[in-house]
């Protein structure tokens, strides 16, 4: 009795998707084509007034590493790191990185506090092209500072075609 059950939920299932399929090439069912936004520099200097405010960002303090020349975007190391004693009065309270070419450019953002010992966040991002890539830190004094690297991309992360 179980497997007579079996079967009749199993034919039901596949009379739904064949409905289904059958209506989606009919057309009675729309069809949604999704295609990225095409990223701009108001976009970018958006999402880093989101985070800053109208405080003044200043260059300096905040290490970016990360290659100048990568021949895979897919995994590009990335590692921030400030000079900072990390005490209670004086520590990095957020890492924020972001990149020009993404529709949303705010890569991560790390929070941190006298417990980490260190100022640093190492991580891997995903670059579609050559591009900027910008790391902004946010200091215990309300302060800003950043680090800005371009980075040659020879093959793109999101035109590798799967094999």
């Known amino acids: 009795m179980k497997r007579k059950m079996y079967n009749q939920d199993f034919s039901t299932r596949r009379r739904f998707l064949g409905l289904a399929g059958s209506a989606a090439v009919a057309g009675t069912i729309p069809m949604v084509t999704l295609r990225p936004l095409e990223a701009t520099p108001e976009m970018l200097a958006s999402a880093i007034r989101n985070v800053v405010g109208s405080a003044t960002v200043t260059t300096g303090k905040v290490k970016l590493d ?97 094999s």
């Open 66 to 162: 990360i290659p100048p020349l990568v021949e895979n975007g897919n995994a590009v190391p990335m590692t921030v790191s400030l000079a900072s004693p990390m005490t209670p009065d004086d520590h990095v309270k957020s890492i924020h990185v972001f990149n020009e070419k993404n529709p949303q450019p705010n890569i991560g953002n790390f929070y941190l506090g006298p417990a980490c010992g260190r100022a640093q966040i190492s991580t891997r991002i995903r670059l579609a092209d050559s591009q900027k890539v910008v790391a902004i830190a946010h200091l215990s004094d309300g302060s800003f500072w950043s680090a800005t690297a371009d980075i040659v991309v020879t093959l793109a992360a999101c035109t590798e075609e799967a």
